[in-house]
């Protein structure tokens, strides 16, 4: 049985990513059983200061000079912060994203507007954890489990991306290709990112190696789209679709008020049941079960409230808001009237749409101005035969050029 990478202890502050003692490859994608744990040459030989941690997760130093050496042009500079970088992709057209290695978090995407200037789409918080070190949150982040039963039982989660690829140049587009695996190298994640002149885009690509079990997949895309406050804010194109009331998604780099559903009931010991007896409860992390330990005695929301079907067009964001669509449309827009601004948002391969809004009690363009989309297979998970391939894929538009 595989557990490197659980996602039960991905969630968890304690988490620490293990490192190879075996001698560094010349080149990053020779063989091996375990990418980000072989390649170090990747990884800076020691360890100077304390490693500052991204949303609790410590990640061991990382060699910006090699990058720099192997991976420069394309429109993509390496830039150390801490143990940690950031692969910052840049557009002539002003479009700019940062990448964060090895967690894979992308903390800014910066869009060119119809006026000339740039406006940044993406919201992030920075905060200071126990041992001082900043801990990011929000952005676009990725939270997947892959999991099968049987004599190959495997419960692993992509977390450690080590750089693959880099195509495309300043002119028109610029692909950064990660890639992780797990130990057994049953398991192969590809996480492409792809900034072109108007969209950025977030794609998976799972391989199931196993010739003889199948594989189940959960989890989401999750992008934090900064706004002026959710009161300002509108969903447009949800009309007729289907949902379910849920908890919010909570991984380390959500962001969700501390007090958020104190004032609306969200059933979160009745959902949390439900994540377990599907098989999900560790893909979610420990902060759900926390949750759902201390709602286990309270009273439980009827179906027809867990439930419904969108009956507005221009869904006004301004309340407390986390549901999970099953059939909303593959292309919807967001509209921030604050702003004046407007991001469309597409998916390909997930067929669930996860949504969340902190709601208006909050300071305007403060810490809780943003909303969550993330495209989604979390109440149906997503199931790969043996051998087979999957593709999913998030698209963030800018119309506004």
């Known amino acids: 049985?595989?557990?490197?990478?659980?996602?039960?202890?991905?969630?968890?502050?304690?988490?620490?990513?293990?490192?190879?003692?075996?001698?560094?490859?010349?080149?990053?994608?020779?063989?091996?059983?375990?990418?980000?744990?072989n390649f170090s040459q990747y990884y800076n030989s020691k360890r100077e200061f304390p490693l500052p941690s991204v949303a609790s997760i410590p990640y061991q130093p990382i060699n910006v000079d090699y990058l720099e050496e192997e991976f420069s042009g394309h429109g993509v500079t390496f830039e150390g912060i801490g143990d940690n970088c950031v692969a910052k992709m840049g557009l002539e057209n002003g479009s700019t994203v940062n990448l964060m290695l090895p967690s894979g978090l992308?903390?800014?995407?910066?869009?060119?507007?119809?006026?000339?200037?740039?406006?940044?789409?993406?919201?992030?918080?920075?905060?200071?954890?126990?041992?001082?070190?900043?801990?990011?949150?929000?952005?676009?982040?990725?939270?997947?489990?892959?999991?099968?039963?049987?004599?190959?039982?495997?419960?692993?989660?992509?977390?450690?991306?080590?750089?693959?690829?880099?195509?495309?140049?300043?002119?028109?587009?610029?692909?950064?290709?990660?890639?992780?695996?797990?130990?057994?190298n049953k398991i192969e994640v590809k996480y492409i990112v792809t900034l072109k002149k108007d969209m950025l885009s977030a794609e998976l690509v799972v391989s199931n190696s196993n010739s003889s079990s199948l594989l189940q997949l959960t989890g989401s895309i999750v992008s934090h789209l900064v706004v002026s406050t959710p009161d300002a804010t509108y969903a447009l194109g949800l009309e007729g679709s289907d949902f379910f009331n849920r908890s919010p998604l909570l991984t380390n780099f959500a962001l969700v008020p501390p007090d958020f559903g104190q004032k609306n009931?969200?059933?979160?010991?009745?959902?949390?049941?439900?994540?377990?007896?599907?098989?999900?409860?560790?893909?979610?992390?420990?902060?759900?079960q926390n949750a759902a330990d201390d709602a286990e005695s309270s009273p439980r929301e009827s179906e027809e409230e867990m439930e419904g079907e969108e009956d507005d067009?221009?869904?006004?964001?301004?309340?407390?808001?986390?549901?999970?669509?099953?059939?909303?449309?593959?292309?919807?827009?967001?509209?921030?009237?604050?702003?004046?601004?407007?991001?469309?948002?597409g998916r390909e391969g997930f067929d669930e749409l996860y949504m969340f809004s902190p709601g208006s009690r909050h300071e305007y363009y403060g810490t809780y101005s943003y909303v969550c989309v993330g495209q989604s297979a979390l109440l149906k998970p997503i199931i790969l035969g043996p051998e087979e391939e999957w593709r999913g894929l998030q698209h963030l538009h800018n119309p506004n050029l």
């Open 106 to 184: 992308i903390s800014s995407y910066k869009a060119p507007m119809w006026h000339g200037g740039k406006v940044e789409l993406l919201h992030t918080s920075v905060s200071e954890d126990e041992n001082s070190g900043a801990v990011i949150q929000g952005g676009v982040s990725l939270a997947l489990n892959c999991s099968s039963d049987g004599d190959d039982e495997v419960s692993w989660s992509p977390c450690n991306w080590a750089l693959r690829n880099i195509r495309g140049d300043a002119q028109e587009s610029i692909q950064v290709e990660l890639i992780d695996r797990d130990s057994e």
């Open 313 to 345: 067009n221009y869904k006004h964001l301004k309340e407390e808001m986390s549901r999970i669509y099953t059939s909303a449309p593959r292309y919807f827009t967001i509209i921030d009237r604050g702003k004046r601004n407007s991001v469309g948002v």
């Open 1 to 37: 049985m595989s557990m490197a990478c659980n996602s039960l202890s991905l969630f968890s502050p304690n988490y620490f990513i293990p490192i190879s003692t075996k001698p560094p490859a010349k080149h990053l994608f020779s063989s091996h059983t375990n990418l980000p744990c």
């Open 265 to 288: 009931e969200f059933g979160l010991g009745q959902f949390l049941g439900q994540m377990t007896l599907k098989g999900l409860s560790s893909g979610w992390g420990a902060r759900n």
